[in-house]
């Protein structure tokens, strides 16, 4: 416990000072008594003998004045809280099958409206960070919790280019740890050693995106890094399986989901696929994700529960005092 009027703590001398009044006040009020009473007796209205009871209203005044002081000082008590909190990464593909109009009005604005519903319904705990990718990735938006940032850094997503879903983690990875990974994602493999960029057990990356690979480096190999790093993958596939026919500088190119490879990375990575068959399927699945709920401890001011502690003792102790005496305590 800590207090920010420490100073205050001063007060509590007071407590001895009236201590020793309220012994003297009583020898005196006995004596007095005594000398008045031939058989020496201290008695109530009822005739019976109090004993020691007598000074119990008065040891109330004092405990709840002193907690009433220590209150004054406004003491600070970690708590133990539970919240939702950690980072969660949008990860954009923003390559030109994302232009598709399988669903409304594209698939890119449905995940951009989508998404921005989820950010906006995240309480202040929740770290929101921004990447776009195609065949390269990058960090539009570092985590962060200034929603209106991230609202605007979704704004600026549009189509353009390949597909990397490697690119995309990576960067993502690189948003989540706040640097560069020191490492070429183009040179990661199998008999890559174990790379060790930190544990981020309380992260997510979102990755919207209609799961068309179509550059280096393999996703299932920066997906494995992703793991090893507690970091959970959540793709949404976006787009329709059937697929649809997609005009391209002048090209027709047929774009369709590719389910399989979303699903080994959500696999891999202990997170889960969603297949986002229209904008309002979408939003159910951002309402879906499974941010952790954590316990942390919060530093609160308790100066309003020792104030009420210190009224319900003098409560208590007047309460006695009026009862048996008649009178108050001091």
Do not use: C
Request: net charge negative; charged share 15%.
């Amino acid at each position: 416990m800590i207090f920010l009027w420490p100073w205050m703590l001063i007060s509590i001398l007071l407590v001895p000072v009236l201590a020793a009044s309220y012994i003297r006040l009583t020898r005196k009020t006995e004596q007095t008594k005594a000398d008045n009473d031939p058989m020496k007796w201290l008695q109530t209205s009822a005739g019976k003998i109090p004993g020691t009871r007598r000074h119990l209203p008065g040891i109330l005044f004092l405990l709840g004045l002193t907690v009433l002081l220590v209150g004054m000082a406004r003491p600070e008590m970690e708590v133990d809280l539970p919240r939702i909190e950690g980072t969660v990464i949008l990860a954009f593909d923003v390559s030109n099958s994302m232009s598709a109009k399988d669903i409304e009005p594209s698939r890119m604005e449905a995940a951009k409206s989508a998404a921005k519903i989820f950010v906006e319904n995240q309480p202040s705990t929740i770290q929101l960070g921004v990447v776009a990718f195609s065949n390269g990735g990058f960090v539009l938006q570092p985590p962060t919790n200034d929603q209106s940032a991230v609202l605007a850094a979704i704004d600026r997503l549009t189509p353009q280019g390949a597909t990397s879903l490697g690119q995309g983690i990576f960067s993502s990875l690189n948003a989540i740890t706040g640097e560069a990974i020191s490492i070429n994602p183009d040179e990661i493999t199998e008999e890559t050693p174990q790379i060790d960029i930190g544990h981020f057990p309380s992260a997510v990356v979102l990755m919207l995106t209609d799961g068309e690979n179509t550059s280096s480096p393999d996703p299932l190999e920066i997906a494995q890094l992703a793991a090893d790093a507690g970091v959970r993958i959540y793709p949404v596939g976006i787009g329709s399986p059937e697929g649809t026919v997609l005009e391209i500088d002048g090209y027709n190119v047929i774009t369709q989901l590719n389910e399989i490879q979303l699903q080994q990375i959500a696999s891999l990575t202990n997170g889960s696929y969603y297949y986002a068959e229209d904008q309002e399927s979408l939003q159910e699945i951002y309402d879906s994700v499974d941010l952790q709920l954590t316990i942390r401890g919060d530093k609160i001011e308790v100066t309003a529960l020792f104030a009420g502690l210190s009224l319900l003792i003098l409560l208590i102790g007047s309460g006695l005092s009026l009862l048996w005496f008649g009178r108050m305590p001091i």
